[in-house]
């Protein structure tokens, strides 16, 4: 705890230095500490009309202080005097020392705020008035501001009395426990709350509305903890059914991360979206309608900020996937409680497959470390889902008993405080007993992933095998050193073994691993607990056979018979691609099973650019949409050994579809753009029928054009090259079947097309 300590206080100056530009001056900043905010607010009118006193510290010698806002204001009082034409970005402290309490009141007003984001402020609409506290566009991100001055950052916590007057009618819902409620003779409601935790300036909240309520108990590991759910529009049984899961989901939650240290649990249906407000998390409306997937993890992913980013906040926006990489973490371990295993780990696997098609895509076409953000992609899918997937990684590097307890240790010792990611590494080291500056130099400072190659042989004795493994890098030049990775193998009757390796090199050898049986095959990561760049499909068909599709490792099986296939996607180009291959997609398979008679195998492409469930699969790779003729299945049975052409039978379109193979074998396979007539190779069971490229005629007589006859309907570029390699004529944009108007020397030359898909030769005649 002391070590944190130490490290936020050393880390303040640094993030206050950061803020020069926005509101706050560095100095003054750094000058204060808001104990607690008294804030009355009658929203009964328009404009709201507000009174805030702030409770405040000074921390160092300064001549002035500022506070944020994004309000109209009417007057200023320091220590109960007003003074006169104050200004709220300089209040003068001259008069007072370190030390020192002061308090500041502030009269104002505001017809609502909304960042230009359109998300975060308080919005004031016809049906309700709430405040969502934070904000895509606007800097700083947190928008405390917009309905009481304050200092918006993460780090100053203060605790609040909230005293609210609605209009006729309506009734209060707000962070805090209730102290009262009053209504007067013109039905106007009063209420007043506590917050008495110390709670930055984001989580407090405040809404009125027609509320209709359900009122509940959760019961948990640590306590009961009353509930209110407020709700506008669905019914009272709907309402009921969105929050059955937290009987299952809290004490999941307290038992992983401890105790639940904010009283009573609270939610309100609004319109804009979810925010995690202390013990009134604004929950999007569709929320409680709806029994889709996002309902739930929603739900449990704004509780589990309870830990994550209400209780331990990272100290500045730039280490937002604490917060909800967090957060979106326990959405999964809440599933874990209320779906079960199976589900939640399906759950994960998706997010994993998006996260390593298309994070970097959607966050500026980079792959970014978690730490250092850039304001833009703050609240981009790097933080939330990359963020989601190292701590799942990190539970998986440390066991699950180790990594809960030292959680648990977090949330105790740093509870209401803030850490950046050197803090949290260095915090979860001293509790986990592990360190972890490895793991985190690669997961969190650095960009991209790590993809595992496992290689297995056997000894003289068949149960006792060697294991290699190696890295790849995958987004990130650089290396992970602290690797533990699991293999799963498997007998002949599917019993399984696991084992962990951990090496801190590139790649590792051990010799000598006695298992229980002899292995049939084996599978990496097969339990998912480590977010490398893997994700994997297994199809069980039975006697009848049948059809699977294994959606995260991107292919699908059918057979007549049984079969029990496994398929580990791998998001690293394969190597060794033999001459004659143009391109290689940035992905490869490794298929390994048991099965006795023949099974298709069908594997996924997706043209860059094609709108699909699959955006980006293919980016970069493949991005011809008029033909799809040179798109080739490679296989080979294992690494190092060579790739040979299996197949370009497909199913769909040159958009999207599935190479397919009619006897899947055991081994890897990958896609590729392939110029068949350089690659000159036998292809596995079939014929080449394009690849080939006529003129016509030819011989061509003088100032006779000829026509170039492809199976490729896409442009091509055309080169005549004579005899000595020297070009004699160039042109773009060609198609098959357009007459070319050549007029050349007597002689012999080449003609060559090429486009993104293919690159024929042909030999002409010049009469
Ligand atoms: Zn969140």
């Not at 773009?732 to 097309?753: C, E, H, M, N, T």
């Amino acid at each position: 705890m002391k070590a944190v300590i130490n490290l936020y206080r050393c880390m303040l100056t640094l993030a206050l230095l950061m803020t020069v530009g926005g509101r706050l001056a560095a100095q003054t900043a750094d000058s204060v500490d808001v104990l607690h905010y008294d804030i009355t607010l009658d929203l009964s009118q328009r404009p709201v009309r507000g009174d805030a006193t702030l409770t405040l510290r000074l921390l160092q010698p300064c001549n002035t202080i500022a506070l944020d806002y994004v309000l109209g204001i009417d007057s200023v009082a320091v220590d109960g005097s007003v003074v006169a034409g104050a200004d709220l970005a300089a209040l003068p402290m001259a008069s007072h020392s370190v030390g020192d309490t002061v308090t500041v009141r502030v009269w104002y007003y505001t017809y609502g705020y909304v960042e230009s984001g359109g998300w975060g402020g308080l919005h004031v609409d016809n049906d309700m008035t709430y405040n969502l506290g934070v904000g895509f566009d606007d800097d700083p991100h947190i928008m405390g501001r917009a309905w009481f001055p304050c200092r918006d950052n993460f780090y100053d916590k203060a605790t609040y009395t909230l005293n609210v007057t609605t209009k006729a009618g309506w009734t209060a819902e707000c962070g805090g426990s209730c102290q009262n409620r009053s209504v007067d003779a013109g039905n106007k409601e009063h209420s007043q709350w506590h917050i008495s935790q110390p709670t930055p300036t984001y989580l407090v909240s405040v809404s009125q509305a027609n509320w209709k309520r359900v009122y509940d108990t959760v019961t948990s590991v640590y306590g009961d903890y009353p509930a209110t759910y407020g709700y506008l529009y669905p019914s009272q049984s709907q309402v009921q059914a969105a929050f059955a899961q937290l009987d299952s989901v809290m004490p999941m939650f307290e038992r992983c991360f401890g105790p639940y240290r904010w009283g009573r649990i609270g939610y309100i249906a609004t319109a804009k979206g979810s925010m995690e407000h202390v013990n009134n998390i604004a929950l999007a409306r569709q929320a409680l309608t709806s029994s889709e997937e996002f309902a739930k993890t929603t739900i449990a992913h704004e509780l589990g900020h309870a830990w994550f980013g209400n209780l331990v906040t990272c100290l500045t926006a730039g280490d937002m996937w604490i917060n909800e990489g967090g957060a979106s973490f326990t959405s999964e371990v809440g599933m874990e409680a209320y779906m079960g295993r199976a589900w939640s780990d399906d759950y994960y696997q998706r997010n994993l497959e998006s996260v390593l098609r298309t994070a970097h895509v959607d966050d500026g076409g980079h792959y970014r470390p978690l730490h250092g953000v850039p304001h833009r992609y703050t609240y981009g899918r790097t933080s939330y889902d990359k963020g989601w997937m190292v701590w799942h990684s990190l539970r998986g590097y440390l066991g699950e008993e180790r990594f809960y307890a030292a959680l648990r240790q977090l949330m105790e010792r740093c509870a209401f405080g803030n850490v950046d990611a050197s803090a949290l590494r260095d915090s979860l080291s001293l509790y986990s007993g592990v360190d972890l500056t490895p793991f985190f130099a690669f997961h969190v400072f650095s960009p991209g992933f790590v993809d595992y190659d496992v290689d297995v042989t056997a000894a003289e004795f068949p149960a006792t095998v060697s294991v290699a493994i190696s890295q790849r890098s995958v987004g990130t030049t650089a290396t992970a050193y602290a690797n533990r990775v699991p293999v799963t193998f498997f007998s002949a009757t599917l019993d399984t073994c696991k084992r962990w390796f951990s090496f801190a090199g590139t790649d590792t050898v051990v010799s000598g691993i006695t298992l229980p049986f002899e292995p049939a095959f084996w599978v990496l990561d097969y339990d998912k607990e480590i977010s490398d760049a893997v994700t994997i499909g297994e199809a069980h068909l039975g006697a009848e056979g049948g059809n699977a599709s294994l959606a995260v490792a991107h292919a699908a099986v059918s057979a007549a018979t049984p079969a029990d296939v496994y398929v580990e996607h791998h998001w690293s180009p394969a190597d060794g691609m033999p001459y004659g291959v143009q391109r290689s997609a940035q992905r490869r398979w490794r298929v390994t099973g048991q099965w006795q008679g023949a099974v298709e195998g069908r594997f996924r492409f997706v043209r860059t650019g094609h709108s699909s469930n699959y955006n980006d699969l293919d980016r970069g790779f493949y991005s011809q949409a008029a033909s799809v003729d040179s798109l080739w299945l490679l296989f080979r049975p294992q690494g190092g050994t060579e790739w040979q052409l299996v197949a370009r039978q497909m199913t769909g379109n040159a958009n999207e579809g599935y190479l397919v193979t009619d006897s899947l074998r055991a081994g890897e396979y990958t896609i590729a753009v392939v110029d068949t007539a350089r690659m000159g190779v036998e292809v596995m069971g079939m014929t080449p029928q394009s690849g080939t490229l006529r003129l016509f005629p030819n011989p061509v007589g003088q100032g006779q054009p000829i026509t170039l006859l492809t199976e490729c309907p896409a442009p091509y570029s055309v080169t005549v090259s004579d005899e000595g390699g020297r070009i004699v004529w160039q042109h773009d944009a060609w198609r098959d079947g357009r007459p070319l108007p050549l007029s050349l020397q007597k002689g012999i030359y080449f003609v060559r097309i090429e486009n993104n898909l293919l690159s024929l030769q042909s030999k002409l005649i010049q009469l």
